[in-house]
């Protein structure tokens, strides 16, 4: 299986952070950024608790139905992103990231009927390729990080680029 | 007879952490230094550790430069300096699943990781809720649950279901639901191998940053203050304050014995030395006829 976890892009482009289309953008992309967040993690969590048998089928879990909601709004801001320079790949890398996300929703939904190890490495290979291009969008210069920090008490090292 | 040792490790810390965030209404008392740490307790045939630390790989420098994080290393370097290896270890028990706790799980291939069932559901109901409530999930990596599911695929992820006795010989987990976080754990070990231990040491994880969470003004005897809760809770402080007393409780009221792992002043009361790193070591216990490590 492969794995998560290759190191996001450690040189970067310099970014003009005072660019109010760099900083629209990253408003808006940082609220989709967060719905797909949530998603890796709350399919990841179903994947853990169906292995640990705590629950036998995906009924027992939260409702995939809201789920695939939020997908749906974040397919639509996708859709009406305007990235400037530099942050073009954006879109593409997000819709990317639906399409592995999809499959691991297809795949999760399929388990109702049988739960099996190949059910179980599909779904998590998708969303490690999902978890791979949502590191490979981040930039903590302009919000997107994996980890939302951002009202923790750490912040308060958190220097300005 | 003592059954164990006990190391707090430290693998990196900031020097810029606001007080307000270890203390609950400390506001406008400026900054301290925050070690971030793992403990390894070592004894009866097993190493084992609470916490694992943050993959400082995948998270990139910048990312812990932004959070004023110094002097990162890998497990492999921070435990070679108590003479064990990550493969080593055989058993982990994840405190919470906050990134600098449950990030590096990668790094330990021989380890079986136990983590309250809660943390995980109750994380992934919070995870469906909409953006507006996402402080429910600060300092979340959904990474880290990711490689939790590869953990499970290969059997190795435990999801334990309130608490547990004799997890290990003498080693009891306590959960504390609805604290720091849904299923945050602490860890006792019973050091004299009694039901009824006289020499017991709590593992508080983020339960307690400070000595003054515990109603300890620098003595280390019993509670000499009240307990203030930490500033970071998705539960209440009720709660926190309940668990408080469970861990103080758990040691005969001797604080000293509550150990949190982020507080910079156990130096004081422990053995300790700095390594050619710049990180710290502190030896809270040794096992029978085991040599010091910072001596």
């Known amino acids: 299986m492969s794995s998560v976890g290759q190191a996001s892009g450690l040189s970067r482009p310099s970014l003009d952070v005072t660019d109010e289309r760099l900083v629209a953008h990253a408003l808006a992309v940082a609220s989709i950024f967060g719905t797909l967040r949530a998603i890796v993690g ?13 629950a036998r089928d995906p009924g027992d879990l939260p409702d995939i139905r809201m789920l695939r909601e939020r997908r749906d709004e974040a397919v639509e801001r996708i859709a009406h992103l305007n990235p400037p320079l ?65 009202h923790a008490c750490c912040t308060c090292g958190k220097k300005l680029v | 007879m003592a059954q164990y040792s006990i190391w707090v490790l430290e693998y990196a810390y900031t020097n810029v952490f606001p007080k307000t965030g270890v203390l609950y209404q400390a506001h406008n008392q400026g900054h301290l230094k925050l070690a971030y740490c793992y403990t390894v307790i070592k004894g ?15 998270y990139a420098k910048e990312f812990a430069a932004t959070l004023g994080l110094e002097k990162w290393q890998s497990p492999r370097t921070v435990l070679s300096e108590i003479g064990i290896t990550p493969e080593d270890v ?15 799980v990668r790094d330990f291939p021989s380890a079986t990781f136990y983590i309250q069932e809660r943390e995980i559901s109750k994380f992934v109901w919070a995870l469906s809720l909409p953006e507006r409530m996402r402080f429910l999930l600060t300092g979340i990596d959904p990474g880290d649950i990711l490689r939790g599911v590869e953990l499970a695929r290969e059997g190795r992820l435990v999801c334990v279901d309130g608490d547990m006795e004799n997890v290990l010989p003498c080693i009891d987990l306590h959960a504390a639901f609805d604290t720091h976080t849904y299923g945050s754990m602490w ?12 020499d017991t040491w709590v593992l508080a ?44 409780k758990a040691v005969g009221y001797e604080t ?16 300790s030395r700095i390594t050619k790193n710049g990180l710290r070591i502190t030896e809270i216990c040794l096992a029978d006829g085991v040599q010091s490590m910072v001596a």
């Open chain 1, 42 to 54: 709350q399919l990841s969590g179903m994947l853990i608790l169906l292995q640990a048998r705590l």
């Open chain 2, 44 to 58: 009866n045939g097993h190493v084992a550790m609470q916490d694992v630390g943050y993959n400082n790989k995948d």
């Open chain 2, 187 to 198: 860890v006792a070990v019973r050091n004299d191998g009694k039901p009824v231990s006289q």
């Open chain 2, 256 to 271: 000293r014995r509550v150990i949190p792992p982020h507080e910079e002043r156990i130096k004081n009361r422990f053995p």
């Open chain 2, 90 to 104: 055989d058993t982990v028990f994840i405190s919470h699943a906050h990134f600098d706790h449950f990030g590096n």
């Open chain 1, 86 to 150: 530099g942050r073009t790949a954006d879109r593409s890398r997000l819709q990317e990231v639906v399409v592995h996300l999809d499959a691991a929703i297809s795949t999760i939904e399929q388990i109702r009927r049988a739960c099996s190890n190949e059910h179980i490495d599909g779904a998590s290979a998708r969303l490690i390729f999902a978890y791979r291009l949502m590191q490979s969008i981040c930039d903590h210069r302009i919000g997107l990080t994996m980890v939302d920090t951002s």
């Open chain 2, 205 to 248: 994880g983020d339960l307690a940053y400070q000595f003054e969470n515990l109603g300890d003004s620098g003595a280390g005897g019993a509670p000499d203050g009240q307990y203030i809760p930490i500033g970071l809770a998705v539960g209440s402080h009720t709660n926190l304050l309940m668990v408080t007393e469970s861990m103080v």
